[in-house]
């Protein structure tokens, strides 16, 4: 077997020797999180990990943003969990508009509807897909749509409708079923929402960082409103950041 050896790396124990038994919670928080996304995505592919142990999960000691992989040495493949793939909508192939989507791991639910991360087959291009039940929506009607559209759908269409805004996150393709719509969004790569990159620097940022990202909120904002979209949430959560470049996208 030919495996891939992450470079620097070393097991959790050896790494949680070093630091002596004692790590930062968000560390901690970030190699549980990162664990938890690796033993999940064996079981929805049929493979049950029997041994989610410290000398089993690898980490880069030098990023601190904890690279793992899960040594395979046990695993149990059932009938019972061929099933759990088949049921759900991990790794299926979907059509939206003119165009094929392959759904990846699940990004977010709740009353809102799921978000999965996709990949548009024709080139790559790294989405966000949404899923969300028709019962109980809005509809809106909206210029050059003959029909009502579902209200998050309009308004994101509105908020889009002329100039391209780098600040507010696109909607590519859309489709109505039966019994739910399908959004597909960009899905910016690096990136995080406020809150979580702000837990990450200790509630603290420097000023010229905080005048960015006030900056293009406001320039996300502004133009909705001149489209006829009050955006009325505007909040950490629904703010976008890559941590690399500091350039934020409105979502929501």
């Given at each position: 077997?030919?495996?891939?050896?992450?470079?620097?790396?070393?097991?959790?124990?050896?790494?949680?020797?070093?630091h002596k038994g004692n790590i930062e919670e968000n560390v901690a928080m970030a190699i549980m999180k990162q664990a938890t996304l690796a033993a999940q995505t064996c079981c929805q592919r049929g493979v049950l990990h029997r041994d989610v142990k410290l000398e089993n999960l690898l980490i880069n000691p030098v990023t601190l943003n904890p690279e793992k992989r899960l040594e395979l040495d046990n695993v149990d493949l059932h009938d019972w969990f061929k099933y759990l793939i088949c049921q759900t909508e991990y790794n299926e192939i979907i059509d939206v508009g003119f165009s094929s989507y392959e759904i990846g791991r699940k990004l977010g639910e709740g009353g809102f509807g799921s978000v999965?991360?996709?990949?548009?087959?024709?080139?790559?291009?790294?989405?966000?897909?949404?899923?969300?039940?028709?019962?109980?929506?809005?509809?809106?009607?909206?210029?050059?749509?003959?029909?009502?559209?579902p209200k998050e759908i309009g308004l994101l269409i509105l908020a889009n409708k002329g100039p391209w805004v780098p600040q507010i996150i696109q909607l590519l393709d859309w489709v109505e079923e039966a019994e739910r719509y399908i959004m597909v969004q960009e899905l910016p790569t690096p990136c995080e929402n406020l809150f979580e990159f702000l837990d990450r620097h200790e509630g603290t940022l420097e000023e010229n960082v905080v005048k960015a990202i006030m900056k293009q909120?406001?320039?996300?904002?502004?133009?909705?409103?001149?489209?006829?979209?009050?955006?009325?949430?505007?909040?950490l959560e629904n703010l976008l950041i890559n941590p690399d470049t500091l350039e934020v996208k409105l979502i929501e």
């Open positions: 077997m030919v495996l891939e050896l992450p470079t620097p790396c070393e097991n959790l124990i050896e790494f949680l020797d070093r999965y991360a996709g990949v548009r087959l024709k080139d790559g291009l790294e989405v966000a897909l949404k899923f969300a039940d028709k019962v109980g929506i809005e509809w809106i009607n909206i210029e050059g749509h003959p029909e009502p559209v909120a406001t320039l996300a904002a502004q133009p909705c409103c001149q489209r006829g979209v009050l955006h009325r949430d505007v909040k």
